[in-house]
T-cell receptor, first 112, second 115 residues
Framework: KQEVTQIPAALSVPEGENLVLNCSFT??????LQWFRQDPGKGLTSLLL?????REQTSGRLNASLDKSSGRSTLYIAASQPGDSATYLC???????????FGTGTRLTVIP | GAGVSQTPSNKVTEKGKYVELRCDPI?????LYWYRQSLGQGPEFLIY????????DSGLPNDRFFAVRPEGSVSTLKIQRTERGDSAVYLC?????????????FGPGTRLLVL
């Protein structure tokens, strides 16, 4: 069974810093790796989706990378803002499965 | 267009009671998913519908949980004889065709508290 792990569980940074969130997965047979944002009491918002054949995806200040062979993905956030404060979840879309396998998330706090 | 909606947004019930949670997917999406998210955890898969049929219910924890999607659109997750351990956020998602390789669009969730 696919196991997805996210480190760190929580992260606190001052506004303006660049930061990296880590995600690892045990089974490299994936269609894609997705990053979501979850605000307190809210649902999930899709941020980036990296296909298994891709190495990275960018959207604004966000850049996600994928190293399928080593089972790792990172989410890089540039010039962090207080509005970036949320929980970030990664999810593996595993080949042959019908569902996403989620990590436990990293709770990010950006201090003004 | 409208996203995925879920009702109610919050539900408080007593142990042993029956509850129904509703999901309205994005119009035209044939695939619908239910996940459960416990406090401090990531969402865990419960069941996947392709049209009206449950194509994969391997994530349902036991036979107290059941879900239907009779017309291939709205889905209802039903929990019988609720237990305190059922307290969680129940998330619904939909995608255009299903079968993997697609973005899943999530609703805001229903927060269930069993007292």
């Amino acid at each position: 069974k696919q196991e997805v792990t996210q480190i760190p569980a929580a992260l606190s940074v001052p506004e303006g810093e660049n930061l990296v969130l880590n995600c690892s997965f045990t089974d490299s047979a994936i269609y894609n790796l997705q990053w979501f944002r979850q605000d307190p009491g809210k649902g999930l918002t899709s941020l980036l989706l990296i296909q298994s054949s891709q190495r990275e995806q960018t959207s604004g200040r966000l850049n996600a990378s994928l190293d399928k062979s080593s089972g790792r993905s990172t989410l890089y956030i540039a010039a962090s803002q207080p509005g970036d404060s949320a929980t970030y979840l990664c999810a593996a879309d595993q080949t042959g499965a019908n569902n996403l396998f989620f990590g436990t998330g990293t709770r990010l706090t950006v201090i003004p | 267009g409208a996203g995925v909606s879920q009702t109610p947004s919050n539900k408080v019930t007593e142990k042993g009671k029956y509850v129904e949670l509703r999901c309205d997917p994005i119009s035209g999406h044939t695939a619908l998913y239910w996940y459960r998210q416990s406090l401090g955890q990531g969402p865990e898969f419960l069941i996947y519908f392709q049209g009206t049929g449950a194509a994969d219910d391997s994530g349902l924890p036991n036979d107290r949980f059941f879900a239907v999607r009779p017309e291939g659109s709205v889905s209802t997750l039903k929990i019988q004889r609720t237990e305190r351990g059922d307290s969680a956020v129940y998330l619904c998602a939909s995608s255009l065709m299903g079968g993997g390789q697609e973005t899943q669009y999530f609703g805001p969730g229903t927060r269930l508290l069993v007292l």
